[in-house]
């Protein structure tokens, strides 16, 4: 098995982001068994250019086959499984909304210490209270 | 209740082949038989792609219809098109943003109330968008982010069809396969079929909160943003413009055809 990281090619033309704008609409390069796991959304939204072209390769963490044709557009880099780990470690890391939220590092999640209260009403997370406090709000459209 | 027109056509509905008249032998009116004769020159309307899939710069997310006008709605690439943390506009400042399916005209309406003080930040994130080589992003209507919402539901969590006075899920501008202005149940919408949308490892889904619509509502005392929470689909009105405790995510649309209304 092979750790890697890809980025989105143009559906169509198979021209990578940062090189074109993708007119048709995002994908991914075909890769033997290609697993994404995960991706590096704590970083994004990511600038473009002035023609719409991505300023640099969003990345989607995986796995594939040992055999797997690395070669194709779209392929950004390979890792031990060390620095795979690292890397989401890190990236788990980025996305933790408040210092009491509690991990999952296989799903990626946070969740809160208090559960969402599981009405209708709206709340925000108060952190020094560590708890949910009820948004005031109009009720009727 | 729709109308129906010869050959058993409701307005409103797409014209396929199923919709054939039965053989003429019956007596039609002058009207009917020329009322046909338009329809039958009219070309379907078809979803381009499959929901989710790439489509025009973007992911193809249904269709609206636009007072007789069908477009395809485009959601933007996650990876540049979706935020988190945009405040719709200025505490009580009216926009007249007041469309519920008109998501550009809408849009371009908060940008001329923004005077480029960056009150309407949702809006703005939309309308500065170039992305798959199209520049025409906008922050999508209510009605259009409904679409979003019933074909790209991102979990499994049931739907509250009604909350806070308000029944939750009627759209108007709905289109086929969506009914028209028709309430939610606890499992319709379910689940999206994308799985590049699905909650988890998936990369371009909707979270599992709330989205800022452009949309504006004449609720008393105040005008308020309206929203949808993508976790339930309890349709959202805020009438503190300025929180920031929202998602906000482009889209574009194109000409699908047309309808009679």
């Not at chain 2, 209740?1 to 053989?23: D, E, F, H, V, W």
């Amino acid at each position: 098995m092979i750790y890697l990281s890809i980025t989105q090619i143009d559906a169509v033309t198979g021209i990578i982001c940062t090189s074109e704008p993708m007119r048709t609409g995002p994908a991914y390069p075909q890769i033997k068994n290609c697993n994404i796991i995960w991706c590096d959304k704590s970083n994004w939204p990511i600038a473009t250019t002035a023609e719409g072209v991505h300023t640099r390769a969003p990345l989607f963490f995986g796995t594939c086959d040992d055999d797997a044709d690395l070669s194709v557009t779209g392929v950004v880099a390979t890792y031990t499984e060390a620095e795979y780990q690292a890397l989401k470690t890190a990236e788990h890391q980025a996305r933790k909304p408040f210092p009491s939220w509690i991990g999952d590092f296989e799903t990626m999640n946070w969740v809160p210490p208090t559960p969402y209260p599981q009405d209708d009403k709206q709340y925000y997370w108060d952190e020094p209270s560590v708890s949910w406090i009820e948004r005031t709000r109009v009720v009727q459209l | 209740m729709s109308k129906q027109y010869p050959g058993g056509l409701i307005k409103g509905t797409p014209i396929t082949p199923s919709n054939n008249p039965p053989a003429a032998s019956g007596i039609w009116t002058i009207s009917e038989h020329a009322y046909w004769q338009q329809l039958r020159s009219w070309t379907p309307i078809q979803a381009p792609v499959a929901i989710g899939a790439a489509y025009g710069g973007g992911y193809y997310a249904g269709q609206v219809n636009d007072s007789g006008t069908v477009y395809n709605l485009i959601i933007a690439d996650a990876t540049v098109g979706q935020i988190y943390g945009k405040k719709w506009g200025s505490y009580g400042e009216i926009t007249n943003a007041s469309s519920l399916v008109n998501g550009p005209a809408n849009t371009a309406q908060l940008i001329v109330k923004d005077r480029g003080f960056l009150d309407y930040q949702a809006a703005v994130f939309c309308n500065d968008l170039v992305t798959g080589g199209y520049s025409d992003w906008y922050l999508p209507a209510r009605n259009e982010l409904e679409v979003c919402y019933y074909f790209l539901k991102p979990t499994t969590t049931a739907n509250l069809p009604f909350s806070n006075y308000v029944y939750h899920g009627r759209n108007a501008n709905a289109f086929y396969p969506e009914p028209v202005n028709t309430i939610y149940t606890s499992g319709t919408p379910a689940q999206t079929t994308a799985t590049n949308f699905q909650a988890g490892a998936a990369s371009q889904e909707f979270q599992a909160d709330y989205y800022w619509s452009s949309s504006e509502s004449t609720v008393t005392p105040l005008y308020v943003g309206l929203g949808q929470n993508f976790s339930t689909g309890i349709f959202y009105n805020d009438y503190n413009k300025t929180y920031t405790t929202y998602y906000t995510r482009a889209m574009r649309r194109v000409l699908a055809g047309y309808v009679l209304t």
